[in-house]
């Protein structure tokens, strides 16, 4: 009714004027306040109440329609749209996208928290400077919910493997069920890194599958991360697939040595195959099959460009089903 309408218009020029006289330092505070990409509607009416405030938020309201073109234009190379992303999606499949660091860093600013379960960044073109903001995002809590992470067929390299490590020891994807990050330049130096995240406070200690195949690892690498798998922190692993690296007879016995503990009892299959793996290697394992190690395991590829060439194992395997 008239007296209702006359109310609101009232109120409405009594929090324009009390806008008004706020001095520019608090203008500013309100107006970062309520800024958010997803949500530009809220910082547009702030300004919109007075030529003052418009004034004083002018800046501001710049950098938000920036930032959004921005993240338009990477919503548009991935086929995806603001009512999506505004509608925290447990789903992201934002693979061959020709994603690059660049858009990683813009994607940045639409991390928000307790939503992502599973992304998929496979075959883009993320570099380690892309996996630093990755890693950046990680570290803000926004990604804590995460279980399913590809980042396979991509540039990163060893500084990018240590950020990511750095990110993720504090615990911030604990709830992580499966890792890839094949076919990158991750060598020894990224690995060492990985394996220093994993061993502290259980950062990994839900994933059951971890995906690390044709890297550079080589066996200093291997070491580092066989300790780790020794101290128990990837008890609940199924699957390792390690295949197309530099691993040889120095890193398999590193290995060898590290399961007789009994810290993988859950994993299921093993690939390390195209690696430099030779006899004494595959010898090692074999005795550490035949000792009772890797109960679970059903599956072993080891073979290094000659099939058979990992018989020991295959026969210790069959062996040990058969007893």
Known sequence: DESARGAAAMTSRSAQASLSMQSTDVLSLIGAAVYDLLSPHDLLALAGTSSDVRRCLAALVALLKAERGRVQAVLTKVGSDWATVSARPSTL??????????????????????ALASLNLNRNQISDEGM????????SGSLAQLQDLRLGGNRIGDVGMESFSTAIAS????????????DNKIGDAGMTAFAS???????????????????????EGMKAFTAALGSG???????LNLSGNHIGDAGMTELSRSIAS?????????WLYSNRIGG???TEFSRA????????LEQVYLWNGNPGDDAPVQKALADRKNA
């Open 93 to 114: 499949r934002w693979n061959d996208k020709n994603i690059d660091d660049a858009d990683i860093h813009t994607l940045r600013r639409l991390a928000h928290s307790g």
């Open 132 to 139: 630093n903001a990755f890693s950046a995002i990680i570290a």
């Open 171 to 182: 615990g911030l994807l604990a709830s992580l069920e499966r890792l890839l990050l094949a």
């Open 197 to 219: 995240a994993i061993g502290t406070n259980g950062s990994l200690g839900q994933l059951t599958r971890l995906e690390l195949q044709f890297n550079l690892i080589g066996n």
């Open 233 to 239: 922190s990837l008890g609940a692993l199924e699957l």
């Open 262 to 270: 009994g810290s993988l009892a859950t994993l299921k299959k093993l």
């Open 280 to 282: 004494a290697g595959m």
């Open 289 to 296: 099959i035949a000792s009772g190690s890797l109960p679970a």
